[in-house]
């Protein structure tokens, strides 16, 4: 059975950092997608990154892709995403996600951790 287990989140000032980590197990066979999705109380969960097992990276907008990178070490079943000068509209739960198409078929996702930019 598939589980991804998250790590990384927690409360940080407006300008600073995070690095959230995700890792895959109970599959041998690499995703071709791994990314990062958020939401917050009362609105649809929303792409932040997503990176293919070539490295191949899509964010959400140019906001997130000039502050945040989202990266994946040689193709594994693991991601990261390093979130830098985070604002308080960043803060939401914060969601790893692995599949292997976008059109469908299985679509994994982790239990959630939760970032919160505040002062």
């Known amino acids: 059975q598939v589980q991804l287990v998250e790590s990384g989140g927690g409360l940080v000032q407006p300008g600073g950092s995070l690095r959230l980590s995700c890792a895959a197990s109970g599959t041998q066979q690499p995703f071709y997608y791994m990314g990062w999705y958020r939401q917050v109380p009362g609105k649809e969960r929303e792409l932040v990154a997503t990176?293919?097992?070539?490295?191949?990276?899509?964010y959400s907008d140019a906001n997130m892709q000039d502050r945040f990178t989202n990266s994946r070490y040689n193709g594994e079943n693991t991601v990261n995403l390093q979130m830098n000068d985070l604002k308080p509209e960043d803060t939401a739960v914060y969601y790893c996600?692995?599949?292997?198409?976008?059109?469908?078929?299985?679509?994994?996702w982790g239990q959630g951790t939760q970032v919160t930019v505040s002062t």
């Open positions: 996600n692995a599949r292997n198409s976008l059109a469908g078929g299985s679509n994994y």
């Open positions: 990176t293919t097992r070539f490295g191949d990276t899509h």
